[in-house]
């Protein structure tokens, strides 16, 4: 980590962080105000965190990841932009939605290229395995949308038939969905379109 990410994890996780904590956690408290609310799982750098945050000041973002300089990076943008709608939480995602995700509170879940775990042995590794699906899609509300993007064609294809296969959630789309507009380009995508990969993307809404 740089001496600047180091400097972000001491003065800025206590103003913008959430602590880990087996307990609901109170989105209008949090926020102080009742506004739909986004789940993204694995922010990474939190560029694509940041701008969307930018681009819908109306709705409530909380980020989750285990990578701290990825944690420093998206704290210093909420500090130069000045989100005051975002929130971080530097935790494993599986326990943050199991114990501190209400049922029926989210309005949207994003999983912007969760890692691919590409070797066959490894796949059990896989974040979107189906009793993860199971709890996100209980954590949507009614009409909530659980977003995935990837550029790993069997990932993609096992995404979506994981999530065909949760009796909560219903596929926006035949298979894949078109990207969406407010899905930011970030530069790692745009290299890889350049390069001739493809990216899905996977959008199941909650019946
Ligand atoms: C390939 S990166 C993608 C980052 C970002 N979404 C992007 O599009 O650039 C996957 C991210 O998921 C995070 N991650 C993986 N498993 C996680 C977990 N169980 N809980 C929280 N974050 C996780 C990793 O630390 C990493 O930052």
Redesign the pocket.
């Known amino acids: 980590m740089s001496p600047a990410q180091r400097d972000a994890l001491v003065t800025l996780l206590p103003r913008y962080g959430l602590a880990f904590a087996a307990a609901p956690l109170d989105f209008e408290g949090v926020f102080a105000r009742r506004a739909p609310r986004v789940l ?6 939190g ?2 965190t940041a701008a969307i945050a930018q681009a819908r000041p109306d709705q409530d973002y909380v980020a ?4 701290m300089p ?1 944690i420093a990076s998206l704290l210093r943008r909420i500090e130069a932009e000045r989100l005051s709608n975002v929130r971080v939480i530097a ?4 326990e ?1 939605v199991a114990t501190m995700i209400p049922p029926d509170s989210l309005s949207r879940i994003h ?6 775990w590409p070797k066959k042995r490894h796949h059990k590794r896989r ?1 979107l395995k189906p009793a993860f699906v199971a709890a996100l899609a209980q954590r949507l509300v009614p009409g909530g949308t659980l977003h995935v ?1 990837t550029d790993w064609e069997d990932y993609a294809n096992e995404i979506v038939a994981t999530c065909a296969a949760e009796p909560r959630l219903v596929n926006s789309a035949a298979d894949f969905s078109p990207r969406p507009d407010d899905r930011p380009l ?1 530069k ?2 745009a290299r890889g379109l350049k390069l001739g990969h493809r990216v899905w993307d996977v959008i199941f809404v909650r019946a």
């Open positions: 993204e799982i694995g922010c990474g750098m560029e694509t989750i990841d285990v990578h990825g935790h494993d995602a599986v943050v999983v912007f290229f969760p890692d691919p974040l993007a970030t790692f995508e």
